[in-house]
């Protein structure tokens, strides 16, 4: 499987789990001139800015430390999705979505609620 099909299928499955969870997915791959925003949701009343991390098995995955060199990407980036929807007044935090393939079919997903904030 090729990189941009696992990132794919890895948002593909991020999304998938994001609505079975009742948050309500809007945008994917959102583009702007500060870079790309995996999935836009709503939470209820919160925007939620996703990131989606795939990686094969034979990678190591783990929790990789919000640096706030991340801080200042993530909240570029929802600054201007809010000023591109006009909806600066709307309060939104950040989830890390990270999924583990280990198989052709099964992915272990691990969901990191208000990860700015953790």
């Known amino acids: 499987m090729s990189k941009k099909s696992l990132k794919s299928r890895g948002e ?3 999304a998938a789990y994001l609505e079975r969870c009742g948050i309500c997915v809007v945008e994917r791959s959102w583009h702007c001139d500060a870079g790309v925003i995996d999935i ?3 939470d209820v009343d919160t925007l939620v800015v996703v990131d989606v991390k795939t990686r094969r098995a034979a990678q190591q995955v783990g929790s990789q430390a919000v640096t706030p060199a991340v801080t200042r990407r993530v909240i ?6 809010l000023e591109y929807a006009e ?7 950040y989830d890390r979505i990270e999924l583990l393939v280990i198989s052709e079919d099964r992915a272990l997903l691990r969901h990191h ?6």
Not at 113 to 118: E, G
């Open 40 to 42: 836009i949701a709503f």
């Open 87 to 93: 909806l600066q007044d709307k309060a939104w935090r």
């Open 113 to 118: 609620r208000d990860a700015l904030n953790a």
């Open 76 to 81: 570029k980036l929802a600054e201007a999705y």
């Open 12 to 14: 593909d499955a991020a």
